[in-house]
Structure formats: C-alpha cells, structure tokens
C-alpha cells in the first residue's frame, strides 16, 4: 500500500483496488461491466492516473489498447470496441457506428467520435509515479512514453487543425458525446437545432435503460437528437471538411479546450524527457495559443463565465456549467479569469464538490446525469486547476470532501448532490482510480508553472 495511506483510508483503498481487478478486461479496463462494457477514451486516462500507484504495467497496457485503436488521421475514437462483446450488450455498438478496416484495426473496432484528451497528461502521471516501484518501471515508462509521444502529437494535431470548424484555434466538437459531459445544459441550445425525431429510437433501441433507471439519463428526446447526430456523422463518412454547413451540431467547449492546453502542457514534459527541447518549446507555445483563445472566444463579460459556444450561430450557451470552471487547469490563464472561476465555484451556483451544474436554474435536476450530479473526474481536474492558480486551502477541502463522498456511498459513477447517494453504475473505474490518487498525491501537479 502507498506510504502515505492513513488507516482511515485503508478501507477506500481496498475498495478501490478491487474494482480496478474486477473491470479489467484483460488488455483493457471497462469503466463498469454492465453499463460500458468497452473501452472508453477519456475512462482510460482517468484510469490510468490511478492504476499508476498500483500497477503502472497494467495502465501502460490500457493506454496502448486504445491508441492501438487511433485513426490514421490522429483521432482517438470514443470507444474502442471489445470483439468479445456482443452488439446487443451495448447500443451503439459497433454494427452501428460501422466503421471501416483502417490501419491494423478489424472493420467495426471503433467509434468515429473522440472525447477530451486527458490521455498526455495521464501518460505524465503514470511516468511521475515510476520511480516509486523502481528500475524497471521507470525503464517501462521511458519506452511506453515513447511510443506514445508521436501518437499523442497526432492526436493533437487532429483536435487542434480539423477540428478547428470555427477558426478560432479552438477544437469543436460534433456530438454532446465527444464532451464526456453528454446531456449537460451546455449543449440545450445548439440541440434545439437538431430535429428530435423519436421514431429513431424505435428502429435503434436504448440499452442504457435497460440496465439503470431511466429517470437518471438523459431524456428520449435528447437521445433520439444524439443518434440522429451520430447517423449524420457517420454517414458524411466521419469527414470534418466544412463542418458548420454540412453538420447540426459544432459546439467548442471550455472544457475539452482546457483539457486540450493542458495536454500540451503534459506533452511539453514528456517532450523534455525524451530530449525534444524544441518540441518541449513549440507545445508551451501552443498551451499559450489555446488558453489565448479560450480567453478571446468563450468568456462572457457580462456574467464573467466560460461557456461553451456554438460555431453555426457564434452564441455562447446561457447555461453555467462545470465545463466552464475547468479552464482554471490552464496556468496561463489569466488572474483576473481564474479569479472568476473561482468566485463562481464559492457562490450558491456551484460549491465543493462542484456539482455538474448551476444549482439554481432551472435545468438543475439532482440525479439526471450531467445536470446536477457530482461527478468524480471532473472534480479531479478542478483541484487540479486550484493547485495550479495556488488555491491550496480549497485543493485540500476538494480532495477531503470527494474522498468522503466516495467512503460514504461507493464508488458510484456520479452522486446526488444534496444527498450524496450513489447514482448510475456502482462499481465505476475512474471514480475508484481517481480516489486512489486523491488519497496519495497531496503535491501540486509538476506542470503547474510554465518554464
Ligand atoms: C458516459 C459519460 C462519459 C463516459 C462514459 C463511459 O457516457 O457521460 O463521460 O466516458 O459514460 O464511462
């Protein structure tokens, strides 16, 4: 057990130990067997944050199983699909997203869609923490970085030119999906553009309901849009090329842009480990450019939020969101930003743990998903975020009171936030893995001031 573990604590530890054995799948872990029976993008990274305490050989694995599922053109899919799963075990499955051979990767073997790339600044902290199980893991950890180096590039280099749909240096996402954060508010009002057509869902039937209860999901509206926004990418054969015109729904995100600047920030470590000086250079000047355009583009003067916005229109969303506190990762980001992020996370909207929306409007709704639960990871990049900006007072009560929420109820994949009960799947991966490093790591992150 790690050194810095209290008895107290010793408990969740275990616990959490024993679902990360349970899910692994083998070459990959699945975030819960039940509901996400594969491999999800940014589940490995979180993952792989917290299997670097206990078995760093196992989170270089799940790394590499998902980047063995990387597009030629840099995308990492959403999922990477498991063949000894079913089509009927989880919807949609692989017939329906239907992609092609591509590289070595088998027909159907991915999603076309991609999520936030936590995955540089995980490969930093799984190699971080090397050193602790000595010689041979560090020497695993040097090869495993670089291997992942030029694959990681690829993947930014991807998220940050052809996703660039809005021009303004920002990568825009296709779907509520590539978020993480599927039916948050952020996204009400560039979905009302989006035909609900409910006859979708008889023809492709919901499985998430099948296995929890339907009035924690997102609604059959939003479903029958997602899936028709899938239908539609999919069918454009996955091409990016004039998004705003051919596609309903081109959204950029403050968040996936902050976890986008902060992989820049990992990669330009990494860069410097493998003695890529000038590499290491060009990838801080990015983490600039990015946290430079977050600033320009998706900051509201007037309520002095980040909120996302919608390309096809130019309007930033109405809706206060988690997504817009996590700019707060970026160092670069200026005092006078971060200190609204942190006005806003201290009101009656949010508080700690932040809830995964405003708690006074309207849409907020204690156990519907991303509307209203507290979810663990993106908790986890704020007390990142408070590190950073040098809030360590509130860092400290972030990580006690998720350690606490997860001790009192399980390692549920999101939690009510009046209550604290356990929502969703019971034995979800990040949640257990991010508790095993809220639990060890008090230090600040080693990216926290630019060189
Ligand atoms: C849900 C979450 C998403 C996560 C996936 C697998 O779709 O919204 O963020 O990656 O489940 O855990």
Request: net charge negative; aromatic share 10%.
């Amino acid at each position: 057990m790690h050194p810095v573990v209290t008895d107290l604590s010793a408990e969740l530890w275990q616990s959490a130990v024993r679902v990360l054995d349970i899910n692994w799948s083998g070459d990959h872990m699945v975030p819960s067997r039940r509901l996400y029976p594969h491999q999800w993008s940014w589940d490995t990274a979180f993952i792989a944050v917290g299997l670097a305490y206990v078995n760093p050989t196992r989170a270089w694995r799940d790394l590499h199983s998902l980047f063995e599922a990387q597009w030629p053109d840099g995308r990492v899919p959403h999922i990477a699909f498991d063949p000894a799963t079913g089509e009927e075990d989880y919807f949609p499955g692989p017939a329906f997203w239907n992609v092609p051979a591509y590289g070595r990767r088998r027909p159907l073997g991915s999603t076309g869609i991609v999520q936030p790339p936590v995955h540089a600044l995980a490969a930093w902290e799984v190699y971080r923490h090397a050193a602790a199980h000595g010689a041979a893991s560090v020497q695993e950890a040097l090869n495993e970085l670089a291997w992942l180096y030029p694959r990681l590039v690829a993947q930014q280099d991807y998220l940050s030119e052809r996703r660039n749909a809005g021009g303004a240096g920002l990568a825009a996402i296709v779907h509520p999906w590539e978020s993480g954060l599927d039916n948050s508010p952020s996204w009400d009002a560039a979905l009302a553009n989006v035909p609900a057509d409910l006859s979708l869902l008889t023809r492709y039937h919901r499985r998430d309901l099948v296995v929890t209860n339907a009035a924690h999901r997102p609604t059959d509206e939003d479903y029958a849009r997602y899936v028709r926004l899938a239908v539609s990418y999919r069918d454009g054969g996955y091409s990016d090329t004039d998004l705003p015109q051919r596609h309903d729904f081109v959204v950029e995100c403050p968040g996936f842009n902050g976890v986008l600047g902060v992989a820049e920030l990992a990669l330009a470590q990494i860069a410097g480990v493998l003695g890529l000086p000038l590499d290491a250079r060009r990838h801080r000047q990015r983490a600039r450019e990015i946290t430079a355009a977050i600033s320009r583009t998706l900051w509201d003067p007037a309520t002095r939020t980040f909120r996302s916005r919608d390309v096809r229109t130019g309007e930033l969303s109405a809706a206060r969101c988690v997504n817009g506190l996590l700019p707060l990762m970026l160092p670069d980001l200026s005092a006078d930003r971060a200190a609204a992020i942190m006005d806003e996370l201290r009101s009656e909207r949010f508080g700690l743990p932040a809830p995964s929306t405003d708690r006074t409007a309207a849409y907020f709704d204690t156990h519907r998903y991303w509307r209203g639960p507290v979810w663990i990871n993106v908790n986890w990049l704020l007390r990142r975020g408070m590190q950073v900006h040098g809030h360590h007072g509130e860092a400290e009560e972030l990580r006690r009171a998720l350690l606490r929420l997860v001790h009192d109820n399980g390692p549920y994949e999101y939690f009510d936030p009046e209550t604290g009960k356990g929502l969703g799947a019971p034995t979800f991966s990040w949640s257990a893995a991010l508790c095993l490093d809220l639990l060890a790591d008090r230090s600040a992150p080693a990216y926290a001031r630019d060189a």
